[in-house]
């Protein structure tokens, strides 16, 4: 059996861009299962310069770390070579995301994801990408209306209701998503249907 051409590379994984844990205060009368800490890390291009934002759900047990090894299988920064600024979030529970046993992923993961994204000031329609166990997390992403609350089917947030208006249009936002078994599925194709339908981004005016 032939040895790749790549095992006589030495590649040096990429580092993240910026790698953060995030701290969120509780909304006044909000029972649902937000954490209040939550890791993430970006990849590849700056936002000022990306051609589109893509927020990353990884396999389980992995964490906001995995996309390096990305392009450690295809042999460069796969991110940074196609402009696309990448947002890795930990799972509640694991890494550096706090536990939440009220966390419902269908429920609560696209508002957490809506927190994070406001952080970073991305703005705009986004793309998503799932790997494995992240493809609930996808769906999540793609069919909760994002503003319902503790299951009650009002339509409302509990955050709204106690006089916040709050709203998480999260499910609005997605432009482009894409779902793949492991890290050898995410090819080309993949990036080329992310890129070309998630519009470029801007940082929020401070």
């Known amino acids: ?5 790549v095992m006589g590379t030495i590649f040096r994984l990429p580092q993240p861009l910026s790698r953060r844990v995030l701290e969120f205060a509780p909304a006044a009368g909000d029972t649902t299962g937000l954490p209040r800490r939550v890791k993430m890390t970006t990849w590849g291009a700056p936002l000022e310069t990306a051609v589109c934002t893509v927020v990353y759900a990884g396999g ?26 990448l947002v890795a979030i930990d799972k509640v529970g694991m890494g550096g995301t706090e536990l939440n046993v009220r966390f419902q992923v269908r429920r609560d993961y696209p508002r957490m994801v809506e927190r994070v994204l406001d952080e970073l000031g991305v703005t705009g329609p986004i793309g998503v990408l799932g790997i494995s ?9 793609l069919t909760a209306s994002c503003n319902h609350g503790d299951g009650d089917g009002d339509g409302e947030s509990s955050g709204a209701r106690a006089g916040g208006g709050a709203r998480w249009p999260l499910a609005r936002r997605v432009a482009a998503a894409s779902m793949v078994v492991g890290v050898s599925d995410v090819s080309a194709s993949v990036y080329t249907t992310l890129t070309g339908r998630a519009k470029p981004q801007a940082a929020r005016a401070e």
């Open 133 to 141: 166990n992240g493809g609930p997390y996808v769906m999540a992403s």
């Open 1 to 5: 059996m032939k040895s790749p051409k």
């Open 60 to 85: 389980a047990p992995t964490s906001a770390e995995e996309p390096a090894l990305h392009s450690a299988a295809h042999g460069h920064d796969i991110y940074a070579a196609r402009r696309i600024h």
